[in-house]
């Protein structure tokens, strides 16, 4: 349904969004208000509502059935576009939740009214949905063979048990072949805006995670992907945009959209894109949650805001080699947990620093954590262990350890005033050779003539 509205002249001259929308009918007033509703107020939203503001006197507006609309919802679609037509309400606005006027009109122009055949068919299909007291998505193309089918249902109505009617129904919703679908929305978190702004896609399918291509070195975390790729399960992912502020990329992506790009993933890694050599301050947090399946309809949310600042200090301090104030900020944001273990022993948290390690060490025994973790114990004055944790970090780890462990470890000693004893000297003449990490198959070094993995590298599966 297009139609032309009056804007509310507090709006913006421009503006293009769609938005979750119900539909109320006052008969009596003859009025007919489009409200924008919050997705989080209700299970399902039955209607989409596409808004475009070309000028102060000029919109033009589109409802829609969602994918979640029930053969009712399809019904007073349909009833209201044939009166609406028929010029039987006197006023129509759109109002947002809280009750603010968007837009009105009087004696709207609109197209795309369904025609009787396709009205009769949603009514039927309602009472139907009324009295076997279960949800029917409607098809989406009606055929002949579904108007019979749903005639010789509704015949023999009288003579048959609940139970009956709803097997009947099921078979008949199963014939429609509603495919699978995900629908997309993209939402615009202002707090100075006027009216909540999306956009939302639709498209056949629901998306393939094992397109993401995703790699996990910690056994659990691969498990436990493989369960979400089979299950369609519930994840949630975030990007950092640096190039729009969110007003900004919301906008690029409808202009994207207006342009007949309809991938949101290929659109977002488009606009996040950098173009310059230096490393810009993070402006926009986009948050994507991937939702578990309904029915056939899967459901994903992309959320664009207002960059948390801390993530910009975070990022000066990790440049700046900082680690020790960066810690609450690598705390807050889950990252950089080997920068957050060698900031721990930094710090004199010692306990925190050689857990910390052991766990990354257990999910990849590759990782520079093992040097952390002798550095701690170094602290520790615990001399001959941490020489056993630096000899096997020598051994594993595939990082550029050297020198930077070694001149790292006498900035330590002196930092915290240590002296430099012969159980250290043997831990400094260590990290002053470099050396080549041992392969999982080659002999272990400390000469038990066992294969490495199965000797001292089995500490990952301890």
């Not at 939740?97 to 009087?106: A, D, L, P, V």
């Not at 397109?211 to 950092?240: A, M, Y």
């Not at 350890?401 to 240590?418: E, Q």
Request: glycine share 4%.
């Amino acid at each position: 349904m297009m139609m032309e509205f009056i804007p509310d002249n507090s709006l913006p001259s421009v503006i293009g969004a769609d938005f979750w929308a119900t539909i109320e009918e006052n008969v009596i007033d003859r009025t007919l208000t489009f409200k924008v509703v919050d997705r989080e107020e209700l299970d399902y939203i039955p209607y989409i509502l596409k808004l475009k503001i070309h000028s102060l006197d000029n919109a033009t507006f589109t409802i829609q059935p969602s994918p979640f609309a029930s053969a009712n919802d399809w019904y007073n679609w349909s009833r209201v576009l044939c009166k609406i037509k028929n010029l039987e309400y006197r006023r129509t606005f759109i109002m947002t939740s809280e009750g603010q006027y968007i837009m009105k009109t009087c004696c709207p122009s609109l197209n795309n009214v369904p025609n009787i055949m396709e009205a009769e068919f949603y009514k039927k299909l309602s009472s139907l949905e009324e009295k076997a007291n279960m949800v029917i998505r409607p098809p989406h193309q009606i055929t002949p063979y579904f108007k019979k089918t749903l005639a010789d249902i509704e015949e023999n109505l009288k003579e048959k048990p609940s139970e009956i009617i709803q097997q009947d129904v099921e078979l008949l919703e199963k014939n429609f072949s509603v495919p699978k679908s995900t629908l997309v929305s993209v939402e615009l978190k202002s707090q100075n805006g006027v009216i909540q702004r999306i956009l939302i896609f639709e498209h056949q399918g629901w998306f393939d995670y094992s397109s993401f291509k995703f790699e996990f070195i910690d056994p659990e975390q691969k498990n436990d992907w493989k369960n979400k790729v089979k299950t369609q399960g519930e994840i949630q992912l975030g990007v950092h945009g640096r190039t729009f502020n969110p007003e900004n990329f919301f906008n690029h992506l409808a202009k994207l959209k207006s342009e007949g790009e309809f991938n949101i993933f290929n659109m977002i890694e488009k606009l996040i894109e950098i173009k310059s050599e230096g490393l810009p301050t993070v402006k926009t947090n986009i948050q994507i949650n991937f939702l578990a399946p309904k029915g056939v309809v899967q459901e994903i949310k992309v959320l664009i805001q207002e960059a948390d600042d801390d993530y910009n200090i975070m990022e000066k301090l990790l440049e700046e080699e900082n680690y020790i104030e960066a810690i609450p900020y690598f705390e807050k944001f889950h990252l950089y947990e080997e920068n957050l273990a060698y900031g721990y022993a930094l710090n004199g948290q010692y306990e925190k620093a050689i857990n910390l390690a052991d766990k990354l060490i257990r999910r990849d025994l590759s990782t520079v954590a093992h040097m952390t973790k002798g550095l701690a114990l170094v602290g520790k004055r615990e001399y001959y262990l941490a020489y056993e944790a630096y000899l096997l970090g020598v051994n594993a780890c595939k990082a550029e350890w050297y020198p930077v462990a070694r001149d790292n470890l006498l900035k330590f000693m002196d930092l915290k005033t240590i002296e430099l004893t012969d159980e250290l000297q043997k831990v400094v003449d260590l990290l002053s050779i470099k050396k080549a990490p041992l392969k999982l198959k080659q002999n272990c070094y400390c000469g038990s003539k066992k294969k490495f993995k199965k000797c001292h590298a089995k500490v990952t599966t301890n």
